[in-house]
């Protein structure tokens, strides 16, 4: 059984950074690992998606150049560390897990069985 526990949103101002944490229990190693987000009234949409090794990632275009994905597979823990935040960044963030993905990586969102509660991200401008 997969957990994954979201930490780190916040209230910020536009042009500020946040880090967000997604600690995993249970066996992620080999897992895909993404951020997904959500805005009120809107569909749940890929942020970023990152593979077991951490050699291969996925970006949304609205978010490229500006967020990093990252993986720290020794504490089972993904990182979504963002900067130049915008009004439009506002949402709630998940991260979640897909596995037998193999080396590959996977934005599809039914591919992710395992989903964290969510951790709300507010940008004002």
């Not at 042009?15 to 959500?38: H, I």
């Not at 009234?41 to 609205?62: F, L, P």
């Not at 990252?70 to 960044?89: F, G, V, W």
């Not at 709630?92 to 596995?99: L, M, Q």
């Amino acid at each position: 059984q997969v957990q994954l526990v979201e930490s780190g949103g916040g209230l910020v101002q536009a042009g500020d950074s946040l880090r967000l944490s997604c600690a995993a229990s249970g066996r992620t190693f080999w897992f895909v690992m993404g951020w997904f987000r959500q805005a009120p009234g809107k569909e749940r949409d890929i942020v970023a998606a990152i593979n077991w090794s951490g050699g291969t990632t996925y970006y949304a275009d609205s978010v490229k150049g500006r967020f990093t994905i990252s993986r720290d597979n020794a504490k089972n823990t993904l990182y979504l560390q963002m900067h130049s935040l915008k009004p439009e960044d506002t949402a709630v963030y998940y991260c979640a897990a897909a596995p037998n993905q193999g080396n590959l990586i996977t934005t599809a969102l039914p591919a992710y069985d395992y989903w964290g509660q969510g951790t709300q991200v507010t940008v004002t401008s």
